[in-house]
């Protein structure tokens, strides 16, 4: 026969548990086990004091055994439910998520992890926030190994940064092959509780070519959409820009290595006319040119949700935006010093030459 703890007390547990069960502030259930721990301590037994108290002799038991294990700090708090929770290991979690990829995948997801792992995701995703991992996300980037980018850089920022006077800095470049598409079924308009919607196919009605200039100084662009992209179309361009810009300025051009504006007609047309300076950015630097800003504007805004059946549709389109955007223009500013570029680029060298050594060994 199985035979219940002794419970022994001392004076001040005695005290301490009469007071608890005399006091207005105790809580039912602290005062019902300290009303059990009592009685078994005067020697009787879980039956008689289950029927006294009007419980289980289950709960009986349980709040002596707990008392004679843990004394006071036993019957305070129940024990909690459930499992224990599951401790996660961060440091090789950190670990397997920079430094391997799953089976059959090129990048962990949080239920992926939490399977290799045996924990929940809700778990891996709180780790990977608290330590910046975002594995779902891949930026691109490309370093340039053009042989002058020290010197082209350190020209243009220097343009930005403390333009000449009495000369205007000109940001050049074309976006190419903008389509004028159509939709093959008209869409559903904004509406509370559903997004605009626009079918996922459409028909090509044609393309276009934007030249734009972007003015350093206030923002204002100089634009012009022509069918193709050859330097006839370049040199078209520049005579606009020398039209529309003051002949006592002298223009310093921001513009790319692409063979179009060093063609041979193109060098004797700004030998013939010295108020153009030329200055190109280095190959695989297109983010050095700050007309690359206002074209990502225009897509964004104006071109990428657009519809349009025809060429001259999309060239308007193109003409409003851009006469909208020089009656208020207003310019990027250039922050980031020369210095500041070359540090973060040559760390990007540091750590590519790194992993191709890892990669030879």
């Not at 980037?141 to 000369?167: C, M």
């Not at 010295?274 to 805004?301: C, Q």
Request: some cysteine.
């Amino acid at each position: 026969m199985r035979v219940a703890i002794e419970i022994v007390l001392t004076e001040e547990e005695r005290t301490e548990l009469n007071k608890l069960v005399r006091s207005s502030c105790t809580s039912v259930r602290l005062a019902q086990r300290a009303q059990i721990v009592l009685l078994a301590a005067a020697g009787k037994l879980n039956r008689d004091i289950a029927a006294q108290l009007g419980v289980t002799r289950a709960l009986v038991g349980r709040w002596r055994d707990r008392y004679a294990e843990s004394r006071l700090a036993g019957i305070e708090r129940d024990l909690p439910r459930g499992a224990p929770p599951v401790r996660v290991d961060v440091a090789h979690l950190v670990e397997l998520t920079t430094q391997s990829k799953p089976e059959a995948a090129t990048h962990w997801s949080t239920r992926k992890m939490a399977s290799k792992l045996g924990v929940s995701p809700a778990s891996v995703f709180r780790h990977w926030r608290a330590n910046g991992l975002k594995p779902h996300l891949e930026r691109s980037f490309k370093v340039s190994r053009d042989p002058k980018f020290v010197e082209k850089l350190e020209d243009i920022v220097g343009l930005y940064l403390s333009p000449p006077e009495h000369a205007l800095v000109l940001c050049c470049d074309e976006k190419s092959q903008i389509q004028a598409l159509d939709r093959t079924q008209p869409g559903l308009p904004l509406k509370k509780g559903r997004a605009e919607t626009m079918t996922h196919d459409y028909k090509r009605n044609g393309t276009t070519t934007l030249f734009a200039a972007l003015n350093v100084l206030d923002g204002k662009v100089i634009a012009q959409c022509q069918q193709r992209h050859r330097h006839i179309e370049w040199l078209k361009f520049l005579r606009q820009i020398d039209r529309e810009t003051p002949k006592d300025k002298v223009l310093h051009l921001i513009v790319d290595n692409y063979a179009t504006h060093k063609h041979p007609n193109v060098q004797k047309w700004l030998a013939k006319h010295p108020r153009f300076v030329m200055h190109f950015t280095p190959t695989s630097a297109s983010w050095l040119n700050m007309v690359e800003r206002f074209f990502r504007d225009i897509t964004t805004e104006r071109l990428k949700r657009g519809v349009f059946t025809s060429v001259p549709e999309l060239i308007g389109t193109i003409d409003e935006y851009i006469a909208h955007h020089n009656t208020k223009p207003k310019p990027f500013i250039w922050t980031k010093s020369a210095r500041d570029i070359l540090e973060k680029v040559i760390r990007a060298n540091n750590h590519l030459s790194s992993k191709q050594n890892e990669t030879l060994h």
